[in-house]
């Protein structure tokens, strides 16, 4: 029994891969490289001692999902692939949407032709609405979403109308959506860890640049929110923390019968860090000064983002293990290590 894993060579499916072969399960990667290489695959390799089947494709090619699908028993998907800048879906909203709604779409035909009928979605905090408000903080599963503000969201929440309509329709189907929170950090053998092309859009890729050096300094994007020291809380995860819960989910839709609605569940730590507290902890851990200027809020960001995370205990057995400071401890080794992501030199 094989797990197709879709966009794989990423940040969290690399991650994930480790872990799932921790617990013994067989996959395959498929992945377009858009925003990867199979440098990930082969530190994969490194780290698992042993070969990692990689078909380099795009989700959108249902043929070429069909192949895939005809020449392994695949028996559940753990769907990474899509586009996540929110920046940039802005600009770019069709190809977010061809992306990442068409995209789950065309695999979810496949799937459906191939009988192979259970899914774990790669959804985001980002769908909730309202989360500036008290009542909602920290965030619970069943807090309003949809009122998205950019194209990414937007194409999460779509994702997630499809997979529970494609429950009613045939309720065969097991489906695990994880609304993730703030994914960072590395494998602590610093051979694979977050490589963002460009400026890093979020904030501890780019603090582990400014360690390294090659950024300046860190923009904070306000002080005036109301939170302890006035600039924005999230809830910080580990990769490796989330990677497991993955394979916590699997695991639920193995002995799930059928007629259960999707799963769905944060998978978040609980616990809200300030913008200042991050930078101290990533100082400490890589023993650099941090330089930051305060500048203006960020367009479109709220003051504080935190899952309650009970769900998923409660459901998966699963919760956060890593502190922040080991999460700065691992970023700061993958990047020290790798100043240039995967490239050379
Ligand atoms: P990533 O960009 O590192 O990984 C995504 C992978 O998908 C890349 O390797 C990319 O090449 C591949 N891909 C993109 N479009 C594809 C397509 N059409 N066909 C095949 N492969 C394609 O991102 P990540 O941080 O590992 O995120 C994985 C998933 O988790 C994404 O769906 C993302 O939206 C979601 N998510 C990420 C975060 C985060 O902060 N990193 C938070 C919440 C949710
Ligand atoms: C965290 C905090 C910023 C950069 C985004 C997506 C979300 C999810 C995770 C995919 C905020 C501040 C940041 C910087 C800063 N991704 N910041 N200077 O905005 O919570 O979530 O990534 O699903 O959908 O929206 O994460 O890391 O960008 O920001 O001061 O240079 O750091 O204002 O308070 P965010 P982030």
């Not at 029994?1 to 921790?22: C, F, K, S």
């Not at 985001?124 to 989360?131: K, P």
């Not at 999230?234 to 639920?252: E, F, G, P, Q, S």
């Amino acid at each position: 029994m094989n797990i197709l894993i879709t966009g794989g060579a990423g940040y969290i499916g690399t991650h994930t891969l480790v872990e799932l072969n921790n617990a013994g399960y067989e996959f395959i990667v498929y992945d377009n490289l858009s925003n990867s290489s199979q440098a990930s695959i082969k530190a994969v390799e490194k780290i698992i001692n042993k070969d990692v089947i990689f078909q380099e494709g795009d989700i959108r090619d249902k043929e070429a999902l069909k192949k895939l699908f005809s020449k392994y028993n695949i028996d559940s998907v753990i769907h990474f692939a899509g586009l996540k800048a929110v920046g940039e879906s802005v600009s770019t909203p069709l190809e977010y949407y061809n992306n990442n709604v068409y995209g789950t779409l065309c695999l979810l035909e496949v799937m459906k032709e191939f009988d192979c009928k259970k899914i774990v979605f790669s959804s985001s905090a980002t769908v909730y609405n309202e989360i500036d408000s008290k009542n909602y903080i920290p965030l619970t599963e069943n807090n309003p979403i949809g009122n998205t503000t950019n194209p990414y969201g937007t194409s999460k929440f779509m994702v997630e109308r499809v997979l529970k309509d494609l429950y009613i329709s045939d309720n065969s189907f097991k489906i695990a959506i994880l609304r993730y929170f703030n994914p960072v950090g590395a494998h602590e053998s610093g051979l694979i860890g977050e490589d963002p092309s460009g400026i890093p859009n979020n904030l501890m890729p780019y603090i582990s640049q400014v360690a390294v050096a090659k950024r300046e300094y860190l923009n904070v994007f306000g002080d005036d929110y109301d939170t302890h020291d006035g600039t924005g809380v999230r809830d910080y995860i580990h990769v490796l923390d989330l990677a497991d819960a993955h394979v916590k989910a699997l695991n639920y839709l193995d002995l799930m019968a059928n007629n259960n609605v999707p799963l769905i569940v944060n998978i978040g730590t609980g616990i809200g860090y300030s913008v200042l507290d991050i930078i101290k902890a990533y100082e400490k851990a890589s023993n650099k000064k941090i330089p930051y200027k305060i500048v203006n809020r960020r367009l479109g960001d709220i003051s504080k983002c935190y899952a309650n995370p009970t769900y998923a205990k409660e459901i998966l057995n699963w919760e956060a293990k890593r502190t922040l400071e080991q999460m700065c401890i691992d970023s700061w080794r993958w990047q020290k290590n790798n100043p240039n992501g995967y490239k050379k030199g």
